[in-house]
């Protein structure tokens, strides 16, 4: 047995005898049946995988049509009272939706209009939405292709009050496709990141034996890393005349540090010459390759539900119901003393549901720009926490007030380097975060990553990170990592969602399945993925810390699980973990919360659950 696992074991042994009087709560009823997976295949996980992306496609298209028809409404309401005439009304409302290429404000034969029409086939949906409204009876295109390959529909309708009076509109649904390139990217359907983008290499998990992803399958078996790079945390710390020889050595192109920790490229020398210079060159901690990570989105107590009012609430966001929001918001709603960063792809600074709700955040992929959102991932996430509301706005997040911190370590491609990722990490924690949420991962372990989450578990950061969608039990990181919160996916039904990912090391489930949110472009989309899953959880831990600032992080997550509803097999499972989050009992159980000697058991049992699972698999 070697020294690690010595360690271990004593570790383990030392800490039973401690805790023997709790015997009970430490081992499972092993007569208990254990829950099964579904057994689907490469090709019946990709036919439900395309399910789930045309069903995001649709909604999200649902979601544009809705918001639109409401928008027309409320300019024939004579809404926006300080733009006087019928053409201001329009113009303001076509610079606060760029989607809306061409609007058609009707009144009998008379009609305002603003923008242009696509093509010859956008002007014949448009007389006939225009007729239709005239009757009185609203009207929706087919959605088509324009000659610039841009995708549109044509919207007509009427006041509701007088026969003749309508607004028709084209309305530009690029985010539509939008949706399907950034959903086959983020439910693996496509091999992703695609090798050549970052000049990266494809390994097995936890090797360095190459493979090539042919395709989405493949990326449930795969880690990928710079093909000329290298991590390394020295014993001691560099003199400047030891890195000008480390430079020569390897032909460095560009040095980046954190601590006492490097991250070497070289023009020439690959990934596996550089591990094996510095392991025997040079006295190191470790020396490990530079993985990318990329995207993964009764009673009288009735009495106490909040609906909100926002436009597209209660048509479309079954989430926020489905886990108590609504009983929650009446014991927090948040404060904006609690900051929650989302280390992400960026956020849409200035769109409208998202209205000073957005602290400025860094761009650790180009220092010299705002976090801004080139992808789409990141706005959707910012949403899902923290869309205003009540404000009669598209969607509402799950939190009123507290503040959120867009730290951008994913770039365009939706990847970023282990570095961007440990760098964002510590930014946040070094600027105020108490939850940090990560909706992103890989299955490569990388003790620099790790430190950087040591380094914020020890600040009293709540760490939250999705699992993956890749349907596989293969740990994915950072969700894996003993001091992060790991969540699973579920379905409107309370059901595993198909394409999450689940394992031992999953801590709870929340909703990820077509779930509303703000997007690019002053809009809204539905996406799927345990991306989405997993802030919902850190609102509900921002939510935690508002209502009660003297729980540690380790208490905060406690709470989460402990309030959690059991799904699947009695107990915690490997698919849903302790259960779906109920932000209800969840607020209840802060509000009531002191650290005791009774919390200790519990929380000494992860513990052990954490140091069996690390040593278990050396």
Same mark, same amino acid.
């Given at each position: 047995?070697?020294?690690?696992?010595?360690?271990?074991?004593?570790? $383990?042994?030392?800490?039973?005898?401690?805790?023997?009087?709790?015997?009970?709560?430490?081992?499972?009823?092993?007569?208990?049946?254990?829950?099964?997976?579904?057994?689907?295949?490469?090709?019946?996980?990709?036919?439900?995988?395309?399910?789930?992306?045309?069903?995001?496609?649709?909604?999200?298209?649902?979601?544009?049509?809705?918001?639109?028809?409401?928008?027309?409404?409320?300019?024939?309401?004579?809404?926006?009272?300080?733009?006087?005439?019928?053409?201001?009304?329009?113009?303001?409302?076509?610079?606060?939706?760029?989607?809306?290429?061409?609007?058609?404000?009707?009144?009998?034969?008379?009609?305002?209009?603003?923008?242009?029409?696509?093509?010859?086939?956008?002007?014949?949906?448009?007389?006939?939405?225009?007729?239709?409204?005239? #009757?009185?009876?609203?009207?929706?295109?087919?959605?088509?292709?324009?000659?610039?390959?841009?995708?549109?529909?044509?919207?007509?309708?009427?006041?509701?009050?007088?026969?003749?009076?309508?607004?028709?509109?084209?309305?530009?649904?690029?985010?539509?496709?939008?949706?399907?390139?950034?959903?086959?990217?983020?439910?693996?359907?496509?091999?992703?990141?695609?090798?050549?983008?970052?000049?990266?290499?494809?390994?097995?998990?936890?090797?360095?034996?190459?493979?090539?992803?042919?395709?989405?399958?493949?990326?449930?078996?795969?880690?990928?890393?710079?093909?000329?790079?290298?991590?390394?945390?020295?014993?001691?710390?560099?003199?400047?005349?030891?890195?000008?020889?480390?430079?020569?050595?390897?032909?460095?192109?560009?040095?980046?540090? $954190?601590?006492?920790?490097?991250?070497?490229?070289?023009?020439?020398?690959?990934?596996?010459?550089?591990?094996?210079?510095?392991?025997?060159?040079?006295?190191?901690?470790?020396?490990?390759?530079?993985?990318?990570?990329?995207?993964?989105?009764?009673?009288?107590?009735?009495?106490?539900?909040?609906?909100?009012?926002?436009?597209?609430?209660?048509?479309?966001?079954?989430?926020?119901?489905?886990?108590?929001?609504?009983?929650?918001?009446?014991?927090?709603?948040?404060?904006?003393?609690?900051?929650?960063?989302?280390?992400?792809?960026?956020?849409?600074?200035?769109?409208?549901?998202?209205?000073?709700?957005?602290?400025?955040?860094?761009?650790?992929?180009?220092?010299?720009?705002?976090?801004?959102?080139?992808?789409?991932?990141?706005?959707?996430?910012?949403?899902?926490?923290?869309?205003?509301?009540?404000?009669?706005?598209?969607? #509402?997040?799950?939190?009123?007030?507290?503040?959120?911190?867009?730290?951008?370590?994913?770039?365009?491609?939706?990847?970023?380097?282990?570095?961007?990722?440990?760098?964002?990490?510590?930014?946040?924690?070094?600027?105020?975060?108490?939850?940090?949420?990560?909706?992103?991962?890989?299955?490569?372990?990388?003790?620099?990553?790790?430190?950087?989450?040591?380094?914020?578990?020890?600040?009293?950061?709540?760490?939250?990170?999705?699992?993956?969608?890749?349907?596989?039990?293969?740990?994915?990181?950072?969700?894996?990592?003993?001091?992060?919160?790991?969540?699973?996916?579920?379905?409107?039904?309370?059901?595993?969602?198909?394409?999450?990912?689940?394992?031992?090391?999953?801590?709870?489930?929340?909703?990820?399945?077509?779930?509303?949110?703000?997007?690019?472009?002053?809009?809204?989309?539905?996406?799927?993925?345990?991306?989405?899953?997993?802030?919902?959880?850190?609102?509900?831990?921002?939510?935690?810390?508002?209502?009660?600032?003297?729980?540690?992080?380790?208490?905060?997550?406690?709470?989460?699980?402990?309030?959690?509803?059991?799904?699947?097999?009695?107990?915690?499972?490997?698919?849903?973990?302790?259960?779906?989050?109920?932000?209800?009992?969840?607020?209840?159980?802060?509000?009531?919360?002191?650290?005791?000697?009774?919390?200790?058991?519990?929380?000494?049992?992860?513990?052990?659950?954490?140091?069996?699972?690390?040593?278990?698999?050396?």
């Amino acid at each position: 047995m070697n020294a690690k696992k010595w360690i271990g074991l004593c570790a $383990i042994i030392a800490l039973v005898a401690i805790v023997v009087p709790a015997g009970r709560y430490i081992f499972p009823d092993r007569n208990t049946p254990a829950p099964q997976s579904k057994g689907f295949s490469v090709e019946q996980e990709k036919t439900l995988k395309i399910k789930t992306l045309n069903k995001d496609m649709d909604a999200t298209s649902l979601l544009c049509t809705t918001e639109c028809s409401k928008e027309f409404h409320k300019l024939m309401a004579g809404d926006n009272a300080k733009n006087n005439t019928p053409t201001d009304k329009i113009t303001h409302m076509m610079n606060m939706h760029k989607h809306m290429s061409y609007i058609s404000w009707v009144n009998g034969n008379r009609s305002v209009e603003r923008g242009a029409l696509p093509d010859k086939k956008a002007a014949s949906f448009v007389a006939e939405a225009k007729a239709k409204v005239k #009757a009185g009876n609203s009207y929706q295109s087919e959605p088509f292709i324009s000659n610039t390959g841009s995708r549109y529909m044509v919207l007509g309708v009427p006041s509701g009050k007088n026969n003749g009076i309508g607004v028709v509109g084209v309305i530009n649904q690029n985010i539509v496709m939008q949706v399907e390139r950034h959903q086959k990217r983020n439910l693996r359907l496509v091999p992703y990141p695609s090798e050549g983008n970052y000049r990266i290499e494809s390994v097995e998990p936890g090797s360095n034996r190459e493979t090539t992803v042919h395709n989405g399958e493949d990326n449930g078996n795969a880690s990928h890393y710079h093909v000329r790079d290298v991590v390394v945390h020295f014993e001691n710390k560099l003199t400047n005349k030891q890195l000008d020889q480390i430079k020569q050595k390897i032909n460095a192109q560009n040095i980046q540090q $954190i601590g006492d920790t490097y991250v070497f490229r070289s023009k020439d020398m690959d990934a596996d010459k550089m591990v094996h210079y510095f392991q025997k060159s040079w006295k190191t901690e470790y020396v490990e390759p530079h993985y990318l990570y990329m995207t993964n989105e009764t009673t009288n107590d009735n009495a106490n539900v909040i609906t909100p009012n926002d436009a597209l609430y209660s048509q479309y966001q079954w989430n926020l119901p489905s886990i108590e929001t609504e009983k929650g918001w009446g014991l927090s709603k948040g404060n904006d003393k609690v900051i929650v960063a989302i280390l992400d792809t960026g956020v849409q600074a200035d769109h409208p549901d998202l209205k000073g709700k957005l602290l400025d955040g860094t761009n650790i992929v180009d220092s010299n720009a705002a976090p801004s959102d080139d992808v789409g991932h990141g706005t959707h996430v910012a949403g899902i926490i923290g869309a205003s509301v009540n404000n009669g706005e598209g969607v #509402a997040g799950i939190s009123w007030y507290n503040k959120i911190m867009p730290v951008k370590v994913l770039d365009s491609s939706g990847a970023g380097s282990t570095y961007s990722v440990a760098q964002g990490i510590i930014w946040a924690t070094d600027h105020g975060a108490k939850v940090i949420n990560m909706s992103l991962g890989n299955y490569a372990q990388a003790e620099f990553l790790h430190d950087a989450i040591k380094y914020a578990y020890d600040h009293d950061v709540v760490m939250v990170a999705a699992s993956g969608n890749d349907n596989t039990d293969r740990p994915g990181y950072p969700a894996a990592y003993p001091e992060v919160f790991a969540v699973a996916a579920t379905d409107a039904s309370n059901n595993k969602a198909s394409f999450s990912n689940f394992g031992d090391y999953i801590d709870v489930a929340a909703p990820g399945d077509s779930i509303a949110s703000t997007y690019p472009g002053s809009q809204y989309a539905a996406l799927s993925g345990t991306s989405m899953a997993s802030p919902h959880v850190a609102a509900l831990a921002g939510l935690i810390r508002s209502i009660n600032p003297a729980l540690n992080n380790e208490e905060v997550m406690e709470i989460m699980r402990k309030s959690a509803v059991d799904l699947g097999n009695k107990g915690k499972d490997n698919y849903f973990g302790y259960g779906l989050i109920d932000v209800d009992k969840a607020l209840k159980t802060a509000s009531n919360y002191t650290t005791a000697l009774q919390n200790f058991p519990s929380q000494t049992e992860r513990r052990l659950e954490a140091i069996s699972r690390k040593y278990s698999k050396e």
